[in-house]
């Protein structure tokens, strides 16, 4: 069974400065995908970043990237030039890719929620 | 574009009754899931619709309930409400099967 793992409850940065938040996964599979999902307090879950499994390089998408680690089944997220704005929990998800995607489903951690200070 | 809705946003309902949420997917999409959400057990999947079939079932019991029409919205159903129903019921929508899940606002239920 696919498992997610977030170990930071909550974390604290100083706005404009970077953080890093930790996902580790664990799944038998060799063909998987993992998201990072921002939820502010207003509840919508806002996609960040994907990973593939198979994707040699690591995702960027403006301020965010991710690092993997295949080998060591991690997918931390990393923020640059942290805002006041970016104050909200963060889920990790993972979800398997089987062929047709006719089981699509994402499970996810249980969150890291982030707070910038000015 | 639109993204995906959800009605109502805010529910109060007594336990024993039923309660029917209802999801607009981004146009074009054609699957919605649904996942709740409760501070205990995080997120948790319910089901996935794609084109009117139900293709995945999470680990809840059958007072849970779902279908998707032929305009790709969906309702989710919940029968016989339990205090620990109470929860963000979140729907997302995709367009092809390997792409990301766009998420809506989610409903907010509270079963007193």
């Known amino acids: 069974a696919q498992k997610i793992t977030q170990t930071q409850p909550g974390m604290f940065v100083q706005e404009k400065e970077a953080v890093t938040l930790d996902c580790t996964y664990d799944t038998s599979d060799q063909s998987y995908g993992l998201f990072w999902y921002k939820q502010p307090s207003s509840g919508e879950m806002i996609f960040l970043i994907y990973q593939g499994s198979y994707d040699e390089q690591n995702a960027t998408e403006g301020r965010y990237s991710l690092n993997f680690q295949k080998a060591r089944k991690s997918a931390n997220l990393v923020i640059s030039a942290s805002q006041l704005g970016d104050s909200a929990m963060y889920f990790c998800?993972?979800?398997?890719?089987?062929?047709?995607?006719?089981?699509?489903?994402?499970?996810f951690g249980k969150g890291t929620l982030l707070t910038v200070n000015p | 574009k639109a993204g995906v809705t959800q009605t109502p946003r805010y529910l109060i309902k007594t336990r024993g009754q039923q309660v029917t949420l209802s999801c607009s997917p981004i146009s074009g999409h054609r699957s919605v899931s649904w996942y709740q959400q409760t501070p205990g057990q995080g997120l948790q999947f319910l089901f996935e619709?794609?084109?009117?079939?139900?293709?995945n079932k999470g680990n809840f019991p059958g007072r849970f309930s779902g279908r998707q029409f032929s305009n790709s919205r969906s309702e989710m159903n919940v029968s016989t409400l339990e205090l620990g129903d109470s929860a963000l019921y979140l729907c997302a929508s995709r367009f092809r099967d390997h792409d990301e899940q766009y998420f809506g606002p989610g409903t907010r239920l509270t079963v007193t």
């Open positions: 998800a993972m979800r398997e890719l089987h062929s047709g995607g006719s089981n699509y489903k994402l499970t």
């Open positions: 619709y794609f084109s009117e079939t139900q293709r």
